[in-house]
């Protein structure tokens, strides 16, 4: 004895669990990237453990390349002297003396190339000053 009727019901796929595993493999993808600030300059950030780097609103980043290049908010500065860094610096800083300049040297780079910076920031008025490092866990890991 046949007890069903004659017309079946077609099934359906449900999208819904599909969308919710995509959204969750987007998030941990989106998570799990890094990205980087430079890509112009390849530097090798000196090792520190210290607490995360906050952020600044105001921030100037200056990179210092191993064999002694600067760039200012990823562009380019012409000359290697502090008076020229100096003038970079003031263009770049939009928050006027307020801006706090992030140093972002190679670990391979030359003291006196930092030194300039440091120098170039203090003769432009600029009184906070910072460095950017990796900690020794991210080390580890490249």
């Not at 989106?30 to 112009?40: Q, R, V």
């Not at 939009?94 to 140093?103: C, E, T, Y």
């Amino acid at each position: 004895m046949n007890f069903r009727r004659g017309s079946r019901d077609e099934p359906e796929i449900n999208l819904i669990p599909f969308i919710d595993v995509l959204l969750v493999v987007l998030i941990f993808l989106m998570l799990s990237t890094t990205y980087s600030k430079f890509t112009e300059l390849q530097i090798k950030l000196p090792l520190a453990d210290a607490e995360q780097q906050r952020d600044y609103p105001k921030e100037v980043i200056v990179a210092v390349s191993s064999d002694g290049r600067y760039m200012i908010n990823k562009a380019a500065v012409s000359g290697r002297s502090i008076e020229a860094l100096g003038i970079a610096l003031v263009q770049a800083a939009k928050a006027g003396k307020d801006s706090v300049i992030i140093i972002s040297a190679d670990a391979s780079a030359t003291h006196q190339s930092v030194i300039t910076v440091m120098e170039a920031a203090r003769r432009s008025g600029f009184t906070q000053i910072t460095f950017a490092t990796q900690s020794t866990a991210q080390a580890g890991v490249r």
